[in-house]
């Protein structure tokens, strides 16, 4: 029996098209996951590392080259822990919380644009696993439903130490999450769109080459904001070791420690990113570097992970050389200065946006 | 009606915190429990007692000259300012005057010992408000100090370096170089350390007008050094009651102005400077001379001379003259190797195979019976008797060795007797007034030691520090009183 007298050319074409298409998603949610994880892994070897360098050590040097095996011996060592569980931990809701942290940071990654679209066999491939046009807005939607993860963990623990790391975190996350979306309401306005691949092509076409230049108060209160939502010095409130033990996750250990330790990574991975496509021009240069000669031949995602690393080591510089705020005062610099001075931005933008589009018009 | 219920169901409390004794920032087992409002410090108690190895005790069953050790592990970060403050007590109860030579190096390793336990405060100081570079750059120069400790007396903590009429031994002229060279680079570094946290404006925000406490109320509660100074009072010891070295320098007493945790930083800092300064001052003026005061009653035979009989390489047997052994019993009981065998009023005999050369039955023996036979090493017992002679017919070498060896007995098992009466004796250690108070009843032992410890004070000020902060200033306020628990504790 020939198969064609049952489906017809057209829709069998469809049918293979559409089965291409669900598996070339299921690869990019693949390769992504695979690079996102070892990008995680090898984010906190390049942490150690830098900050030994500049604490005038070494940092990790015995697993393997130099300590290239070392994050892989960390994994190792936290999988085969003992998983414990306080007596009167609340079971259910502390099971939960890691991975509410942990999935809500992760699936940040699948709107993340990493280079120019290219095509293999009539395929067009955008390197993103899904071109939302709500990208910007998923995010902060996530971050939001992070803070969940860390408030029932602090929560579910039943311990002060973790309650405390909790309420911190909560409180800190929130107001930090205003300061950053109104930081970012200016790029919107400039690129007239929240999807994230639109908003780097925006740069592309624009005489700046880079949001970071016309916005550059919206871009110091983003970077400002991004160190406090991912929870690091000088913002580490929730954690801090010196008062809090551990903050949120003092009674975690084991696999479920490495959870929260990966989420946070991630979560720095999605803010370095954001920071690289929203005011750095993503993987694109801008034009008038790209005037020397040869440079426009290495491939986009060689700058835009360039840009995210140099962010990275921006994070590390960070922490190896300021001393911790305190937490009324973590919130003060978020409530009277970031998100007053973020909203004095959107005013002016906004008017010259007007002003631009006016003339335009005339 | 309904409203008193409202408030029996949404009663509110302040949450009940619990500090250590585990905990990342108390510097030890430190307990504190927090009565918190929200973040705010509505009660402080201080709980110690966790380190307590009862040294005060200890120090009443042992010779003056057998405690130092002991004083150590009180202040176990500048072990070498607590050794001092112990031996300068110890020479003033006995009226033993130490060599200049010995206090000049006593006093440039007190100093040495200040600093190097200012840098552990400020290293966790600063690292409990979150400036972790600052601990790696301290601990960098802390480690070049803990080098220097081990080039003079083989340990880097736990000294045990000066003794009750000098020090062990004299200094190596490398140490004096590598310290020279320590002098000359240290104030570079601390301008290193100053550059991060200084002019910080986070250091600052946290530091200034936090744990103020005034002048008035600082000596009230019973604080010295420099968390007295903090507040503005000049009060040192070593200025106001040199001891040792510190008549024969000069320097300055750094104090603050308004008490608070930022200006102890301050002070601190500029003590790093000033005992610099007295290091360099004293390695200049270091006079020759012996390093021990040359009273035999105070000090140990020197060991050399009692090689004759000690060193275990020697051709040596030890043996108990039959003819004059009474059976009393003594060296057998004091033989540390079981070697000694005998029945009650019946000669005793010395298993060679056991003995171990130690010459505690030479010292024990009160009938002379016990003896030395040189060159009789691996011989029969009767070939042992034929060589021995008596005691007192022995070298002369050998002799002296005997004698020197008693009186080493002597002096560790009883110790030199103190004059009667009572002392206090305080030296400026780098946490503040270390305290020794000797109560002795004539004997070898003191009948009551008791220490003031800085540390235990300070502890009892953190209520008054804290309260109406908030938790992290409680960290911040734990590392400005600088205490070590095992001082605090005894």
Request: overall charge neutral.
């Amino acid at each position: 029996m020939d198969i064609n007298n049952i489906i017809s050319p057209e829709l069998l074409d469809a049918f293979i098209k559409f089965g291409i298409n669900l598996l070339i998603i299921i690869l990019k949610i693949v390769i992504v996951l695979a690079i996102g994880l070892l990008h995680v892994a090898y984010a906190t070897y390049f942490e150690r590392k830098v900050i030994g360098h500049m604490q005038v050590r070494l940092g990790p040097m015995r697993v393997g080259w130099h300590g290239l095996l070392q994050p892989f011996a960390d994994g190792l060592k936290l999988f085969f822990k003992e998983d414990l569980v306080p007596a009167n931990a609340d079971k259910v809701v502390f099971y939960i919380a890691p991975i509410i942290f942990m999935a809500a940071s992760m699936v940040n990654l699948s709107v993340i644009p990493f280079s120019y679209s290219f095509t293999i066999a009539d395929f067009k491939i955008s390197p993103v696993i899904a071109d939302i046009n709500i990208g910007l807005l998923f995010i902060f939607a996530m971050a939001g439903i992070g803070v969940y993860g860390i408030f029932i963990a602090g929560w579910a623990s039943n311990s002060k130490y973790a309650f405390l790391g909790g309420i911190r975190s909560a409180a800190q996350v929130i107001s930090y999450e205003i300061a950053m979306g109104l930081s970012l309401v200016g790029v919107m306005i400039m690129a007239g769109s929240l999807n994230l691949t639109d908003i780097v092509r925006a740069q592309e076409e624009s005489v700046f080459g880079m949001f970071a230049i016309p916005q550059i108060v919206g871009f110091v209160i983003f970077t400002i904001a991004a160190v406090a939502e991912t929870n690091r010095t000088p913002f580490d409130m929730p954690e801090a070791e010196s008062e809090l033990v551990a903050g949120y996750f003092t009674e975690y250990s084991g696999f479920r420690f490495a959870l929260f330790f990966l989420g946070e990574y991630i979560a720095m991975i999605i803010m370095a990113s954001m920071a690289t496509i929203c005011f750095l021009g993503g993987w694109t240069i801008p034009w008038y570097i790209k005037v020397v000669p040869f440079i426009k031949y290495v491939p986009g995602i060689v700058w835009f992970l360039m840009k995210v690393y140099a962010f990275f080591f921006f994070f590390y510089w960070i922490r190896a050389t300021l001393p911790r705020y305190r937490y009324d005062q973590v919130m003060g610099i978020g409530w009277k200065i970031l998100i007053p001075v973020a909203l004095a931005n959107i005013l002016v933008t906004g008017l010259v946006k007007i002003i631009i589009t006016t003339l335009n018009g005339v | 009606m309904i409203q008193k219920e409202a408030e029996k169901i949404f009663e509110t409390r302040e949450l009940n915190v619990n500090m250590g004794p585990q905990h990342p920032a108390t510097h030890g087992v430190l307990r504190l429990v927090l009565d918190i409002d929200g973040e705010t410090i509505v009660k402080v108690t201080p709980y110690v007692g966790y380190l307590h190895r009862g040294i005060e005790k200890l120090g009443e069953s042992l010779s003056y000259f057998q405690a130092l050790p002991l004083t150590d592990r009180m202040d176990y970060v500048s072990a070498m300012s607590n050794n001092i403050g112990y031996v300068v007590a110890v020479e003033k109860l006995f009226g033993i005057e130490a060599p200049e030579r010995a206090k000049f190096i006593r006093t440039i390793v007190g100093e040495m010992s200040r600093i190097s336990n200012h840098l552990l405060w400020l290293a966790t100081h600063a690292l409990d408000i979150g400036a972790m570079t600052v601990f790696l750059y301290c601990f960098r120069e802390r480690e070049w100090l803990l080098d220097l400790f081990e080039m003079i007396c083989g340990a880097r903590l736990t000294v045990t370096y000066p003794r009750v009429g000098g020090v062990r031994n004299d200094v190596p002229q490398e140490f004096l170089e590598s310290l020279w060279k320590f002098t000359d680079e240290f104030p570079s570094r601390i301008l290193e350390y100053e550059t991060l946290i200084d002019q910080n404006r986070i250091w600052l925000q946290r530091t200034v007008g936090i744990g103020v406490i005034s002048a008035e109320e600082a000596v009230n509660m019973g604080m010295t050094g420099p968390t007295l100074r903090g507040s503005g009072v000049p009060y040192d010891i070593r200025k106001h009651k040199p001891y040792d070295a510190y008549d024969k320098v000069e320097f300055d007493v750094p104090i603050g102005t308004t008490g608070d945790t930022y200006d102890r930083y301050r002070c601190r800092m500029l003590e790093l400077r000033q005992s610099n300064n007295i290091i360099r001052q004293l390695i200049e003026k270091l006079p020759p001379g012996p390093v021990m005061a040359e009273d035999p009653k105070f000090i140990l035979p020197p060991k050399d001379k009692m090689i004759p009989i000690t060193h275990p390489t020697k051709d040596l047997a030890y043996f108990i003259l039959e003819k004059a052994c009474k059976g009393c019993g003594m060296c057998m009981r004091a033989c540390p190797a079981k070697a000694i065998t005998g029945e009650k009023k019946a000669p005793h005999k010395i298993n060679q195979a056991l003995c171990v050369n130690c010459a505690t039955c030479l010292v024990t023996c009160k009938f002379k019976s016990a003896t030395v036979v040189p060159g009789g090493k691996g011989l029969s017992d009767e070939k042992l008797a034929e060589l021995a002679v008596a005691p007192d017919q022995l070298p002369e070498d050998i002799k002296q060795a005997q004698q020197l060896l008693v009186r080493q007995f002597e002096f560790i098992k009883k110790g030199p007797k103190a004059p009667e009466g009572e002392l206090y004796v305080a030296t400026e250690v780098p946490k503040g007034e270390l305290g020794f108070y000797f109560v002795s009843d004539g004997t070898g032992k003191p009948f009551r030691m008791r220490l003031r410890a800085p540390s235990f004070i300070h502890a009892s000020c953190l209520p008054r520090l804290c309260v109406g902060h908030l938790v992290a200033d409680v960290i911040a306020a734990i590392g400005t009183i600088d205490i070590v628990l095992g001082e605090c504790d005894r």
